[in-house]
C-alpha cells in the first residue's frame, strides 16, 4: 500500500521531532559542561541540522511548498515557512561561530533554535500536511517527491 504524502510527511516530522527535543535537552545541560563536552554536544546538534533537517527543509521548498501555493492560489503563500527556514540557517552559522566557552551564548542559540523549529513543523502539519490530505491530490501529491 502506498502510504499518502500527508502522512509520509507526518512520518518524517515524527523522527525530526525526536531530534529537535534533543536541543532542548542539550541547551538544558550547558551549564553543566565543559567547553569539550559542550563543544561534542554542539557537534552532534550541527550534525542532525546539517545531515537531517536542511535536506528536509530544501526538499520542502522544492517540493511541498510549491504544491500548497498551488492548493492556496498564491505563489506567495509559503512565503513566512521560507523565512522560518532563512530564519533557522542564520541561527545555525551564530551556533558553529560561538565558542564552547560562552555557555550563555550557546543556550540562548540551541532554545531558539528548538523553539523556530518546534513551532515550524507545528505550522506544516496544524496548516500545509491538513491542506495536503484534504486535497485528495495524489498526483500532485506523487509529482514532487
Do not use: C
Not at 522544492?62 to 533557522?88: E, N
Not at 507545528?122 to 498526483?139: D, M, P, T
Request: proline share 4%; glycine share 6%.
Amino acid at each position: 500500500m502506498i502510504m499518502n504524502e500527508a502522512t509520509r510527511r507526518r512520518h518524517s516530522h515524527t523522527e525530526l521531532k525526536e531530534h529537535v527535543g534533543q536541543i532542548r535537552l542539550g541547551a538544558r545541560e550547558i551549564p553543566a559542561l565543559s567547553p569539550e563536552e559542550r563543544r561534542l554536544l554542539v557537534a552532534r546538534i550541527l550534525d542532525f541540522l546539517h545531515g537531517m533537517l536542511a535536506p528536509h527543509a530544501m526538499e520542502e521548498e522544492r517540493g511541498l511548498y510549491p504544491v500548497i501555493a498551488s492548493l492556496l492560489g498564491d505563489p506567495r503563500a509559503t512565503a513566512t515557512m521560507v523565512r522560518d527556514h532563512q530564519a533557522i540557517r542564520e541561527r545555525v552559522v551564530a551556533l558553529e561561530r560561538v565558542a564552547p566557552e560562552d555557555g550563555a551564548a550557546l543556550q540562548e542559540l540551541l532554545y531558539g533554535l528548538y523553539a523556530l523549529i518546534s513551532v515550524h513543523l507545528w505550522k506544516e502539519e496544524v496548516e500545509y500536511l491538513s491542506l495536503l490530505a484534504e486535497s485528495g491530490s495524489a498526483s500532485d501529491a506523487t509529482s514532487w517527491r
